[in-house]
């Protein structure tokens, strides 16, 4: 497969396709989806990023965030790339869509059209050295916390999308 990712409008047609790097030079809009995986005990999976990564490395960033690659289905992109990441695999349920630009650091670009995922896991994931180079359980307040205290921890999209998945899947007081 290649590494060409769909470029589409902000209506979510496609409009062509282009190569990774490129899309992320030129800033050009494009899918991508971010997947949060949660625990019983309300907690985040988090992973940090592989020191070499091209953009974003060593920042901790949500259980999964990737693209649908060209001749890929979302489902399929979803589930091949958490098993990919994480070594895991689980049931995601869309929670909303959202669109962002930022630049970032060594001259990248995310210009992202970005559907949120929502799904449960209670086993270790295994994760791949390439791409991840650790990651932890952490209480969504708690983290929600340290978004605020501590951003530049965490990669740009976490920090952008945080609020609305909280406000999706907040816990009532009583159930903690």
């Known amino acids: 497969m290649n590494d060409d990712l769909i470029l589409v409008d902000n209506d979510d047609n496609i409009v062509g396709y282009a190569d990774k790097l490129r899309v992320h030079q030129e800033g050009l809009l494009h899918r991508a989806f971010s997947l949060f995986i ?7 999976m988090l992973q940090k990023r592989a020191a070499n990564k091209y953009h974003s490395a060593g920042l901790w960033a949500n259980t999964c965030c990737s693209h649908p690659l060209k001749g890929e289905v ?3 992109a979803i589930h091949n790339r958490i098993m990919f990441e994480m070594g895991f695999d689980c049931e995601l ?3 909303f869509r959202f669109t962002y630009y930022a630049e970032l650091d060594q001259g ?12 449960n896991y209670e086993g270790k994931p295994t994760p791949n050295p390439d791409e991840v180079s650790d990651w932890r359980w952490m209480n969504i307040e708690a983290l929600k916390k340290d978004l605020e205290n501590n951003p530049e921890r965490y990669v740009y999209w976490l920090k952008e999308e945080f609020d609305e998945f909280y406000e999706k899947i907040k816990v009532p007081e009583n159930n903690k």
Do not use: F, H, T, W
């Open 38 to 44: 949660m625990n019983q005990n309300n907690e985040l």
């Open 74 to 76: 979302q489902k399929q």
């Open 93 to 95: 349920s869309e929670l």
């Open 108 to 119: 990248m670009i995310e210009y992202e059209l970005d559907r949120v995922y929502y799904g």
